[in-house]
């Protein structure tokens, strides 16, 4: 399975890795088939996303469209971040193997649970 440099430079050195204490809204999504599980945290400022970070189990592939997601999150407004889908992150990674490519669903998948979980709490 060949992953583009972008994308192992995002398995290696994860940007916005971690948990944030006080976060305003976790988003949390598994594939049972592969075993992956992400989880997304959120820091939430007059509609901003202010902090995004990440805490992911999974393969190479699933670290680095995480990672790749809080990039292209971080500083967006709850719409704008919900416009960010799948094909997005693959695109930024400069591709995904296709066995792989359900991981960029998954990171799709947590940010918007997370944005919905907040957005029913207000």
Not at 103 to 122: F, M, P, T
């Amino acid at each position: 399975m060949q992953y583009s440099e972008k994308l192992m430079d995002h398995f290696k050195n994860p940007r916005n890795q971690g948990v944030i204490d006080d976060a305003d809204a976790i988003g949390e999504k598994g594939n049972m088939k592969c075993g992956d599980i992400m989880k997304v945290y959120l820091k939430i400022h007059d509609d901003m996303i202010q902090d995004i970070k990440f805490e992911t189990l999974g393969c190479a592939a699933a670290i680095a469209t995480s990672s790749m997601l809080t990039d292209l999150a971080k500083g967006k407004t709850l719409d704008e971040a919900l416009k960010i889908d799948k094909q997005d992150i693959v695109d930024e990674l400069g591709g995904v193997p296709a066995p792989k490519f359900h991981c960029s669903v998954l990171a799709e998948a947590a940010l918007k649970d997370a944005i919905e979980q907040y957005r029913a709490q207000k």
